[in-house]
């Protein structure tokens, strides 16, 4: 016959080991979760106000630690989801800000470089007959006006087919800055919004070190 210390023994043996078997579940499903939530999502999200266009991930892509310089082009990545049953057409552009805001940047033009792919193209602009002395010059920019198919969506990516440009920005983007844009739908009322400057997928290098950067005081 086993002895009443015995058993005692074995139920708290058991017991010790749900208890670490539940431990460790916990931090496996910890870990899972904080892997999620730490994921750089820098982008804006918003619609416009009747929900007939979602607007996700709005944000100028990184460069570098520097940013853009002033006058120059930076890109623009976003994506635009059509939730009505009607073509919409969507317009983008950048607004010169009417008081100075330190952090806040403004583009000349914002235009559509390349050929479209998906359920969107650039809206039909009116054009003129190009001249012999133009048959050789660099393709401009279209203007940033885009039909989306009814459910439809488009997507502008650096390095896609067709690429969402800023142009002529009137200071220096630099990360934590925003790029200030106008998008409208149709003729409704434009929505002024904000683009970040996307987290970099990979830890930024701070260059050489300093010789003595580390040292102590002696």
């Not at 969107?120 to 602009?125: G, I, L, M, T």
Request: glycine residues 12%; charged residues 10%; aromatic residues 2%.
């Amino acid at each position: 016959m086993r002895s009443l210390g015995t058993g005692r023994a074995v139920q708290v043996a058991g017991a010790a080991a749900v208890a670490v078997l539940a431990l460790a579940g916990c931090s496996a499903g910890q870990t899972a979760e904080t892997s999620l939530l730490q994921a750089p999502v820098s982008g804006l999200n918003t619609a416009s106000p009747d929900g007939g266009l979602l607007i996700r991930n709005l944000q100028v892509a990184f460069g570098d630690s520097a940013g853009y310089p002033a006058n120059s082009t930076a890109p623009i990545q976003l994506s635009l989801f059509n939730q009505t049953e009607q073509p919409l057409t969507v317009t983008i552009s950048s607004q010169a800000q009417t008081t100075v805001t330190d952090g806040i940047v403004s583009a000349q033009q914002v235009g559509l470089s390349g050929s479209p792919s998906g359920s969107a193209s650039p809206a039909p602009a009116p054009s003129d007959s190009a001249s012999p002395a133009d048959a050789g010059a660099a393709p401009a920019l279209q203007p940033a006006k885009i039909t989306i198919d009814p459910l439809g969506s488009a997507s502008f990516l650096p390095g896609g087919s067709q690429t969402l440009q800023a142009v002529g920005l009137s200071n220096r983007l630099a990360p934590g800055n925003s790029l200030a844009l106008t998008i409208q739908v149709g003729t409704a009322a434009p929505i002024n919004v904000l683009a970040p400057i996307a987290i970099p997928l990979s830890p930024v290098s701070r260059g050489p070190a300093v010789e003595g950067e580390n040292a102590e005081g002696e």
